[in-house]
């Protein structure tokens, strides 16, 4: 009997690992826990989107945002858009979305934003090119320095921290939700800036909740400051209201109806 007992003790021992990715997800969710960029964190379990990718934009900017890119067509094209170096941003506008110009540098919003919800829908390049940190890859910065990650993480295994919505080397996504390279994904990120006092010194940090296809992924956040690879940095005081901008990581990432609500 006791023979049996420690039998079935140790089958269930055996299976727990397994069962634990499911029943307990990713462990600790303190960034500090963990390695920047370190490939031995669980990698969030694979769930199906709640809004599924479609040939139109997924609903529309509500009558107080502030659009950044039209969800059916764009006549302004990028308008409020601009290079790093303000010249008129390059990016390829087509009917409906435009697309990343590889190697012409990412583009910013003129306008600066504090706290903000966003809305941005995005598509991988289809068919997949590369793998890795190598595939679909730009990102979202709010305040040109907090970054949502946006990779093609469809069947693509990367770093944890680095693949798509993840809040670049500090969170995973608790899920992920990707769709399939060549259709569309949904964020809708909410997001409230760092505060400082007048003599630059850190009051607070930067939350950040995002949901990918209508998936929670990050819940209220605290980011332990800006967005670095292979690194971390703290926190350096700047501007209430910075611009939001799109990374230029050599990849036609295809990006639609982009909508800005101002929260402060
Ligand atoms: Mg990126």
Partial sequence: ?????SFIAAVLFAASPALGQDTEGQGSRTPADWDVH??????????????PSTDQA????????????????SPEGLSVWESFNGDPAPWKVVDGYFEVQPRTGGIRTKQGFGDVQLHIEWSAPMPPDG????????????????????????????????QAASLY???????????????????????????????????????????????????HEEMTGPSGHRSRPPYEAHADRLPISLQDHDHPVRFRNIWVRELE
């Fill in 1 to 5: 009997m006791t023979r049996i007992m």
């Fill in 38 to 51: 370190d490939r031995e964190r669980p990698r969030p379990m694979v769930v199906s989107p709640a809004i």
């Fill in 58 to 73: 997924v609903g529309h900017a509500p009558s107080d945002a502030i659009v950044l890119f039209g969800d059916v067509s």
């Fill in 131 to 162: 793998e890795d940190q190598n595939r679909g890859n730009s990102g979202v910065f709010l305040m040109e320095t907090y970054e949502v990650q946006i990779l093609d993480s469809y069947e693509n295994d990367t770093y944890p921290d680095g």
């Fill in 169 to 219: 080397g500090q969170y995973p996504p608790l899920v992920n939700a990707m769709s399939a390279p060549g259709e569309w994904n949904v964020y809708d990120i909410v997001f409230r800036r760092p505060r400082f006092d007048e003599d630059g010194a850190f009051v607070s940090p930067a939350y950040v909740t995002v949901l990918h296809n209508g998936v929670l992924v990050q819940n």
